[in-house]
């Protein structure tokens, strides 16, 4: 059974700082892995997706790799900003049936 | 407008009362899927539709079901509410085509006392 693991479960750095944010897996037949952007009181905001053959994405500010055959996906966050400030979250797609398996996700404060 | 909409967003019940939340889609997705999520834990699955006439159970399904009314709609019933079933409800969308990205619903949140 795939297990989604994040750490650490919460996090505070000052403004400015790069930071990196874990994910890791024990099953690696997976589809594809998504990070999530979950902010209080409101949904979940798609940050990026990794297919299972590629190595990172990156968009912006953000830059998520992923390691199928050692189960770790990491998101580098680049000169942190306190609208950063949100839960992340990540989840996998498996190959056999499509469904998204969770983290618990990691809280982030970056502090002005 | 947003593409994938929930209603209510709140909702205060009582223990054994029948409740049905509803979830709109606007991109023309073919996959819906509705989720519970509880502090401190991951999104668990409660149920899917790759299409209208295909409805699976997912994860945690017991004391739920689901009706997918069209492509747009699928809406969840907890046909007798009890308070472990107090959590936030999302609803999420997927193409089944390309990299079954996932679109998310701002959130209901159920409160059964």
């Known amino acids: 059974k795939q297990e989604v693991t994040q750490i650490p479960a919460a996090l505070s750095v000052p403004e400015g700082e790069n930071l990196v944010l874990n994910c890791s897996f024990t099953?690696?037949?997976?589809?594809?892995l998504q990070w999530f952007r979950q902010d209080p009181g409101k949904g979940l905001t798609s940050l990026l997706l990794i297919q299972s053959s590629q190595r990172e994405q990156t968009s912006g500010r953000l830059n998520a790799s992923l390691d199928k055959s050692s189960g770790r996906s990491t998101l580098y966050i680049a000169a942190s900003q306190p609208g950063d400030s949100a839960t992340y979250l990540c989840?996998?797609?498996?190959?056999?049936?499509?469904?998204?398996?969770w983290g618990a996700g990691t809280k982030l404060i970056i502090k002005p | 407008d947003a593409d994938v909409t929930q209603t209510p967003r709140n909702r205060i019940t009582k223990t054994g009362k029948r409740i049905m939340l509803e979830c709109s889609q606007t991109k023309g997705h073919d996959r819906m899927y509705w989720y519970r999520q509880d502090p401190g834990l991951g999104l668990r699955l409660i149920y899917y539709s790759f299409d209208v006439k295909d409805i699976n159970k997912g994860e945690i399904s017991d004391g739920y079901s689901v009706s997918r009314q069209a492509q747009a709609k699928f809406s969840l019933s907890l046909e007798s509410a009890i308070p472990n079933q107090t959590a936030l409800y999302f609803c999420?969308?997927?193409?089944?085509?390309?990299?079954?990205?996932?679109?998310f619903g701002p959130g209901t949140r159920l409160t059964v006392l």
């Open positions: 999420a969308t997927s193409d089944f085509l390309g990299d079954n990205e996932q679109f």
């Open positions: 099953d690696s037949a997976i589809y594809n």
């Open positions: 989840a996998v797609i498996m190959d056999s049936n499509y469904q998204l398996i």
